[in-house]
């Protein structure tokens, strides 16, 4: 059995105006009488300090929403509503309860869990169209969250045999590829140009710390995080590898920038990479139209890691009208699939990145077909950052972050990764697996939306456009 | 009993302000002259004598937009136009996609009137999930058979094995979902299987032991056998009329149960025959269970215990779930109880809440189906849980295909549940539902429970009659797999499109 792997969160609070959710303000008709004090189990409401007759304003940052105050005031005296900030960060896809939540793991590093049902819509798109199965009397798993039965997130990246061969005397005649291995199937990707110096040097040493790597530009490997170098994926154009040799002889692994001269001539460029390095390569290729062709043909000619990136939304990129984009659920199922048609889909592993945002979506992006996937916003929200989609994209990062202490910046990203790793036991605990490779393209242990839907109530409840054809 | 003999009896909010939909506004022009406090029939206004300034409006007693076409509307009348009408921003805040604030307010009222809402401007029946119940509509019929409500039943049978044990028949085809001793106050415990005593059902005592006051119920009990063991003694298993194993919940399937310390005091330690303050964990799955075969060995335990007891089988809805659905049906279980992801909980990760196991909506239709197919429906009762918030949403689920259901976060919104989802941080829950605080246990008594519960049963059987009526039909037990009788919104039935094509 592997040594049990375990990232340790440490309560991390960052001194930050957070955006809440509800305000609650006291109205003119207050006579000051003390009842919400009495009924808010919260400490919401409190007297003044200066003026003990007086009530001072909500602290709303700690009401849940239990309605107590507002129906026992003798007055109605206060009035709750949605804070407008709240209703104005992230979107369609960052939605404002994601960033909460988000907010929350940084700070404790653990598994969000409330009472009550679930409250959100009943499907969406992309990954929301999808459930992840369980199993309770054939094949569960033996309480694998409170540590009886270990569950093994590792994954490793790197060229695989599609079979192995043996020479006459039953010995290994192959040779066995390396491979690097992970302990989480979550990379990270630099999140934004120009980055702060205490920003990058926390990012590199989280990674470190959890066992997995981050991709960076070449540019940025100066020495303040050179003593991290086996955490750290250079990522520069295929024309940048001779400017930087010294870093790309130190890596284990590189990535290198998806170009015509890449698809046309992978094992130049591999033969190039090699007489420098042992490293492996990943070639990094936006989510565009039909990048399951590309895959597979880079796939044939040898490539050994390809990092599919979709936009911050996890939508394809280039992609004329709006409405046609293609999600990164789909596009990962896209590629897979295409890969196990031309019997391929051993031989390379695949990491998938854009909208990963939340803990689900790295399973139910493995389930898909992923080995694994890369993560980079969720990292500057643990930090405390606002997403907004509209009018544009827009990260903002908290003011002052420069003067927040390198430790406390590092445990916040170690925490938000606590946190996900216990989620995605949670979830492949149900499953009952125990293996993280084994969840990649395990189609069987996911439940689609349009499959089920169709299945079910398609059969019952027949298309109407089928209908009338 | 018969539902209609069931009394109904008023039984108002224990909270002096109700959560208002719409916003009444008061301008500076008010000159107090009390036109306001005269014309409004709601006691909106309310105008005191000698004071220079009206009160402010109690808005939770406007019955809003349709007053517009009223004589007595209270903006029309205002001689200096210091009034005006909108919706109100707290609404908002209260709510979700599944329970809307309306379908909170809807339940409200049934529970302090034991009637469907009077009022049209209340969407109560259905959510706006967006998927399931929320986009499947009755296709009433425009000329049915006549028939009287009276000659209407709404009673289904337990146990449909014919194998001697207890013929249990429930008057109405919901039964209370288990809630454990430690994650609900007593009063709701209590008052749960007073209820179910009041309308012939059954209530369920969760996992952590049965409390010795509900004895009195024993008949409208049943006991749950969870993988904690937890609580489970061969005398409350030899007393009951059924035993339910719960191998998982639609709220976390595949992740067990968790008591934080703080909610184990000495009485519920007592009762779980725990040490008190410590956290207790029901592992996941039963650690004798890795087959069918374990499953049967079990169920033959408890009826060899209680040789006139039926035995339930709780589980949540997987893939696999109609095979599950069988193979019970083959280790002896009357009743097949599947259970929702979309369920309620009294604490579970939100990962698991949203993502693991399918909706109920397709669960029902799957293991009918199946069991149907395997010749085995007849003699099993289905049981669906996990996300019936309605009259509306029970019935659809037995045209789905179940029997009946099981609901939970129904009752405890009947005790006035916001679904704020504190039910298991800190102090638990602030109004005194899901808590045993001592302080916050005590926010309301057994009586008041009982009846805004009988009250809520009394509105949905209400409602549920009305269906049934409407189909001209004489029983529920007619409703059952009428998917014919249902349309979906994004695809419509064949003899509907039929005239176009
Ligand atoms: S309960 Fe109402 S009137 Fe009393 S102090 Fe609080 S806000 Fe003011
Ligand atoms: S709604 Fe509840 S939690 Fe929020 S301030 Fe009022 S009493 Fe406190
Ligand atoms: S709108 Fe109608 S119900 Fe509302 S306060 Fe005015 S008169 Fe009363
Ligand atoms: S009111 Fe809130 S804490 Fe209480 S039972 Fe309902 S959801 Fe739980």
Same mark, same amino acid.
């Given at each position: ?12 609070? $960052? ?13 003119e ?7 919400c004090?009495?009924?808010?189990i919260y ?18 940052? =700690? ?30 896809? /960052? ?18 869990v ?16 999808m /459930? ?17 039965e ?21 010995? $290994? ?19 934004v ?20 790597c981050?991709i ?9 995080v050179e003593?991290y ?7 520069l ?45 990943i %070639?990094r290729?936006?989510?565009m139209?039909d990048?399951?062709?590309?895959v ?8 050994e890691?390809?990092?599919?990136v ?40 695949? %990491? ?11 399973p ?11 993560i ?24 002052g ?5 390198l ?8 925490n938000?990764m606590?946190? /996900?790793?216990?989620? %995605? ?28 839907d ?7 409840f027949?298309?109407?456009?089928a209908?009338? =054809? | ?21 719409? +916003? ?8 107090? !002259? ?6 409004c ?10 004071h ?5 409006p ?6 809003g937009?349709?007053?517009?076409d ?26 979700d ?24 401007d ?5 959510g ?10 009755f +296709? ?10 009276s ?6 049978p ?10 249990? *028949? ?9 809630? #454990? ?9 209590v ?12 209530t369920?005592?969760?996992?952590g ?30 007393r ?6 719960k ?10 149960g ?18 008190r303050?410590y ?14 075969e374990d ?16 035995v339930?089988? +709780? ?12 193979? #019970?049906y ?14 309620g ?19 029902i ?13 007849d003699?099993?009762?289905l049981?669906?849980?996990?996300? &019936?918030?309605t ?15 099981v ?10 549940? *916001?679904? !704020? ?16 605080d ?26 549920? *009659?009305? &269906?049934?009526?409407?189909?001209g039909?004489? #029983? ?20 509907e ?5």
């Amino acid at each position: 059995m592997p040594k049990k792997y375990h990232i340790h969160p440490k309560a991390t609070p $960052l001194d930050l105006e957070y955006v809440c959710k509800f305000k609650i303000v006291r109205g003119e008709n207050c006579i000051n009488c003390g009842k919400c004090t009495k009924v808010c189990i919260y400490e919401a409401h409190k007297r003044r300090k200066d003026d003990p007759r007086k009530m001072a304003d909500p602290n709303t940052v =700690v009401c849940r929403n239990c309605f107590r105050c507002i129906q026992e005031c003798p007055r109605g005296a206060l009035e709750k509503s949605l804070d407008n900030d709240f209703t104005n960060i992230g979107g369609a896809f /960052w939605k404002p309860d994601m960033l909460i939540s988000l907010w929350k793991q940084a700070e404790d590093g653990k598994v969000p869990v409330s009472g009550a049902g679930y409250r959100g819509p009943f499907t969406g798109t992309g990954f929301d169209s999808m /459930w992840t199965d369980m199993s309770e009397i054939v094949r569960p798993t033996r309480d694998g969250i409170h540590g009886r039965e270990y569950i093994s997130t590792s994954v490793d990246l790197g060229r695989r045999l599609n079979h192995l061969t043996f020479d006459t005397n039953g010995q $290994l005649a192959s040779k066995v590829p390396d491979t690097v291995d992970l302990s989480i199937p979550i990379l990270f990707d630099t999140p934004v140009d120009n980055l702060i110096s205490n920003v990058k040097v926390a990012l590199v040493k989280a990674a470190a710390e959890i066992n997995t790597c981050i991709i960076m530009p070449a540019v940025d490997i100066t020495s303040d995080v050179e003593e991290y170098s086996n955490n750290i994926i250079p990522c520069l154009a295929p024309t940048e590898i001779d400017t930087y040799k010294a870093v790309l002889k130190k890596a284990r692994l590189v990535s290198i920038e998806y170009s015509d001269t890449v698809l046309n001539d992978f094992p130049g460029l591999k033969e190039k990479i090699k007489k420098l390095s042992d490293a492996l390569t990943i %070639i990094r290729i936006p989510a565009m139209k039909d990048v399951e062709g590309i895959v597979a043909k880079l796939t044939h000619s040898g490539a050994e890691i390809i990092h599919i990136v979709a936009d911050y939304r996890g939508q394809e990129l280039n992609g004329s009208a709006g409405s046609d984009r293609r999600l990164l659920k789909d596009i990962i199922r896209a590629v897979h699939l295409r890969l196990v048609e031309d019997r391929i889909r051993d031989e390379i592993t695949i %990491i998938a990145s854009g909208g990963i945002a939340m803990a689900e979506h790295v399973p139910k992006a493995m389930l898909c077909g992923a080995d694994l996937t890369a993560i980079d916003i969720p990292l500057m929200i643990a930090l405390g950052a606002r997403v907004y989609e509209e009018p544009e994209k827009l990260l903002i990062l908290p003011e002052g972050l420069a003067k927040i202490p390198l430790p406390i910046i590092t445990q916040r990203m170690v925490n938000l990764m606590a946190a /996900w790793h216990s989620q %995605i036991l949670e979830m492949m605990g149900a499953m009952g697996i125990r293996e993280a490779r084994r969840l990649r393209g395990e189609t069987g242990r996911a439940i689609f939306f349009e499959e089920i839907d169709k299945e079910t109530f398609g059969r019952l409840f027949k298309r109407r456009e089928a209908v009338s =054809v | 009993m018969k539902p209609s003999t069931v009394e109904i009896k008023k039984m108002p909010s224990r909270f002096k302000h109700q959560v208002p939909k719409y +916003k009444v506004t008061r301008s500076d022009a008010c000159i107090n !002259c009390g036109t306001c406090a005269k014309t409004c029939p709601y006691d909106v206004h309310e105008r005191v004598e000698g004071h220079n300034k009206a009160k402010s409006p109690i808005d939770y007693k406007c019955i809003g937009f349709e007053c517009q076409d009223e004589v007595f509307y209270c903006v029309a009348k205002c001689p200096r136009n210091a009034l005006s009408l909108s919706l109100n921003p707290m609404y908002a805040t209260l709510g979700d996609f599944r329970w809307t604030a309306d379908m909170i307010t809807g339940t409200w009222i049934m529970a302090e009137t034991g009637y469907p809402p009077q009022r049209t401007d209340l969407e109560y029946n259905v959510g706006n999930s967006g998927g399931g119940f929320d986009k499947l509509r009755f +296709k009433f019929p425009a000329h049915p058979p006549q028939v009287d409500k009276s000659e209407i039943s709404t009673a289904i049978p337990l146990n449909r094995r014919n194998d001697g044990r207890a013929n249990v *028949v429930i008057s109405t085809p919901v039964y209370g979902g288990g809630m #454990s001793f430690g994650s609900v106050s007593l009063p709701t415990m209590v008052s749960k299987a007073r209820n179910a005593t009041i309308w012939n059902t059954f209530t369920c005592t969760g996992e952590g032991g049965y409390p010795e006051i509900l004895q009195a119920y024993d008949d409208h009990v049943i006991t749950q056998i969870a993988t904690g063991l937890f609580g489970v003694r061969e005398e409350t298993v030899q007393r009951v009329k059924i035993i339910e194993f719960k191998y998982a919940q639609g709220a976390k399937p595949g992740l067990g149960g968790h008591l934080l310390g703080e909610k184990n005091t000495e009485s519920v330690a007592r009762m779980r025959e725990a040490v008190r303050g410590y956290p207790l964990f029901s592992p996941f799955p039963f650690h004798s269970v890795y087959s069918i075969e374990d499953h049967k060995k079990h169920i033959d335990w408890v009826k060899e215990m209680n040789p006139n007891a039926l035995v339930s089988v +709780k589980v949540s809805t997987p893939n696999d779930v109609d095979m599950v659905a069988v193979g #019970s049906y083959y280790a002896g279980a009357h009743i097949i109880h599947i259970d929702g992801g979309y369920g309620g909980t009294g604490a579970a990760p939100d990962i698991a809440k949203k993502n693991i196991a399918m909706p109920i909506e397709y669960a029902i239709t799957k293991v009918h189906n199946f069991l149907k197919d395997e010749g085995a429906r007849d003699a099993m009762t289905l049981i669906a849980s996990g996300g &019936i918030r309605t009259a509306h949403d029970l019935a659809k689920a037995i045209c789905l295909g179940a029997d009946g259901a099981v609901i939970g976060t129904a009752e405890l919104v009947s005790l006035e549940c *916001v679904r !704020c989802g504190n039910c298991e941080s800190g102090r638990g829950c602030a109004r005194g539902i899901a808590s045993t605080d001592s302080e916050l246990a005590d926010l309301f008594d057994e009586d008041w429970a009982t009846q805004r519960l009988v009250n809520m049963y009394h509105a949905w059987n209400v409602q549920l *009659v009305e &269906i049934i009526q409407r189909f001209g039909m004489r #029983s529920v037990k007619e409703l059952v797999g009428r998917t014919d009788l249902l349309e979906h919104i994004d695809y419509s039935h064949e003899t509907e499109s039929a005239h176009n094509g």
